[in-house]
């Protein structure tokens, strides 16, 4: 199979005429969770303005857990809601149905018609290669072009197929509009045929078992994290195409610390957000991904020991040099974000 690929001076023109310039770098803008809402429920729409003040990104699904005889009442109910708030800061972005389904274009261009100068984000579903992601950017254009849309609407992708996960990199290269991608760990396991019945965190029998070394009972079984490939795939392939990874959904609401857990995995990985499918989440995710007050302290000690980002210092019998520079400043920069939308939480970071 031979693959042809755009001409770099062509990958940024607009694909259709009167479309909005695509972006060459992503707005700088603070996503630690995308906080998913069913916007056919009128008594969760009425919130939508007060709990847009307390996330980063406020979301309507129109996909999985939407039943298929509320699928319009989900497209109008958040395109009223759209329309009915100011989101200031928080990002607006819609789920939209896989393009495989009846819904999808209804979807896209419905949205866009009628709320396309509002919405920042289309998170697309089931992504398997770059060809669903140029299919959505040339339709995007279209419809931005005809109907007066002046800021791109950018694309996340969900990585919840084996092909998908294949695929990864073509994906997160495949379009100036693409914002960057989540793990869909729920129907990634049903696609590679894992034997789980959950959505996303570990499995109790997925681990290592030490050895038995002197015939005692007593062996150590330490469980391992069954996403850490993925997420470390998508990691690489997001950075190097200098868009946004993330984790996906957390579904056992009664188990804090192991959501805690995973979303903590995914942080320290480099992801900067996940997914907030209930209330609770909104504040896990907050303190996950807002990096930690002793963290950014040291950071700080990092950048003021070695003001042009150059050399070798000793802080604390740890060796500081030129990489360890660029580590402090990924955590500064994200503690300067945190502290401009959330001062509260930035008033721990100190400055
Ligand atoms: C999310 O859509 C998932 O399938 O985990
Ligand atoms: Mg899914």
């Not at 100068?117 to 398997?128: G, H, Q, R, S, T």
């Not at 042009?308 to 400043?329: E, H, P, R, S, Y």
């Given at each position: 199979m031979t693959t042809a690929s755009k001409h770099p001076r062509k990958f940024f023109s607009p694909l259709a005429i009167g479309a909005p310039e695509p972006l060459r770098e992503l707005p700088v803008?603070?996503?630690r969770m995308i906080h998913f809402i069913p916007p056919h429920v009128e008594k969760i729409r009425a919130k939508a303005g007060d709990l847009a003040k307390q996330v980063d990104v406020l979301l309507g699904n129109?996909?999985?857990?939407?039943?298929a005889d509320a699928k319009r009442q989900a497209r109008d109910g958040f395109i009223e809601m759209a329309e009915a708030n100011d989101f200031g800061q928080t990002g607006l972005w819609v789920r939209m149905n896989t393009l495989s389904s009846p819904w999808a274009l209804d979807d896209v261009t419905e949205l866009v018609s009628k709320v396309g100068n509002k919405l920042d984000v289309i998170m697309l579903p089931m992504v398997e290669g770059p060809w669903d992601i140029h299919y959505l950017d040339q339709l995007l254009a279209q419809l931005e072009a005809a109907h007066g849309v002046t800021r791109p609407i950018l694309i996340h992708a969900i990585l919840e197929t084996a092909e998908g996960v294949k695929n990864v990199e073509a994906i997160a290269g495949a379009s100036p509009r693409m914002h960057g991608m989540s793990l869909g760990p729920a129907d990634l396991a049903a696609s590679r045929g894992m034997k789980t019945t959950r959505v996303g965190g570990g499995h109790p029998a997925y681990g290592v078992l030490a050895d038995?070394?002197?015939?005692?009972d007593s062996r150590f079984f330490h469980q391992q994290d069954l996403w850490h490939y993925t997420i470390a795939k998508m990691v690489d392939a997001c950075a190097s195409a200098g868009i946004k990874p993330f984790y996906g959904p957390f579904g056992d609401f009664s188990d804090e610390a192991a959501c805690e857990a995973q979303f903590r995995n995914a942080f320290l990985q480099g992801c900067l957000g996940a997914w907030s499918l209930?209330?609770?989440?909104i504040e896990i995710a907050k303190r996950v991904f807002s990096p930690d007050p002793e963290e950014v302290g040291f950071a700080r000690k990092i950048l003021d020991a070695m003001p042009d980002g150059t050399g070798a210092v000793m802080i604390d019998g740890k060796m500081q040099d030129d990489a360890t520079w660029k580590q402090a400043k990924v955590i500064v920069d994200l503690a300067e974000l945190v502290a401009q939308k959330d001062p509260e939480r930035g008033a721990l970071y100190g400055k």
């Amino acid at each position: 199979m031979t693959t042809a690929s755009k001409h770099p001076r062509k990958f940024f023109s607009p694909l259709a005429i009167g479309a909005p310039e695509p972006l060459r770098e992503l707005p700088v803008r603070l996503e630690r969770m995308i906080h998913f809402i069913p916007p056919h429920v009128e008594k969760i729409r009425a919130k939508a303005g007060d709990l847009a003040k307390q996330v980063d990104v406020l979301l309507g699904n129109l996909e999985d857990a939407i039943p298929a005889d509320a699928k319009r009442q989900a497209r109008d109910g958040f395109i009223e809601m759209a329309e009915a708030n100011d989101f200031g800061q928080t990002g607006l972005w819609v789920r939209m149905n896989t393009l495989s389904s009846p819904w999808a274009l209804d979807d896209v261009t419905e949205l866009v018609s009628k709320v396309g100068n509002k919405l920042d984000v289309i998170m697309l579903p089931m992504v398997e290669g770059p060809w669903d992601i140029h299919y959505l950017d040339q339709l995007l254009a279209q419809l931005e072009a005809a109907h007066g849309v002046t800021r791109p609407i950018l694309i996340h992708a969900i990585l919840e197929t084996a092909e998908g996960v294949k695929n990864v990199e073509a994906i997160a290269g495949a379009s100036p509009r693409m914002h960057g991608m989540s793990l869909g760990p729920a129907d990634l396991a049903a696609s590679r045929g894992m034997k789980t019945t959950r959505v996303g965190g570990g499995h109790p029998a997925y681990g290592v078992l030490a050895d038995a070394s002197d015939g005692s009972d007593s062996r150590f079984f330490h469980q391992q994290d069954l996403w850490h490939y993925t997420i470390a795939k998508m990691v690489d392939a997001c950075a190097s195409a200098g868009i946004k990874p993330f984790y996906g959904p957390f579904g056992d609401f009664s188990d804090e610390a192991a959501c805690e857990a995973q979303f903590r995995n995914a942080f320290l990985q480099g992801c900067l957000g996940a997914w907030s499918l209930h209330p609770s989440q909104i504040e896990i995710a907050k303190r996950v991904f807002s990096p930690d007050p002793e963290e950014v302290g040291f950071a700080r000690k990092i950048l003021d020991a070695m003001p042009d980002g150059t050399g070798a210092v000793m802080i604390d019998g740890k060796m500081q040099d030129d990489a360890t520079w660029k580590q402090a400043k990924v955590i500064v920069d994200l503690a300067e974000l945190v502290a401009q939308k959330d001062p509260e939480r930035g008033a721990l970071y100190g400055k």
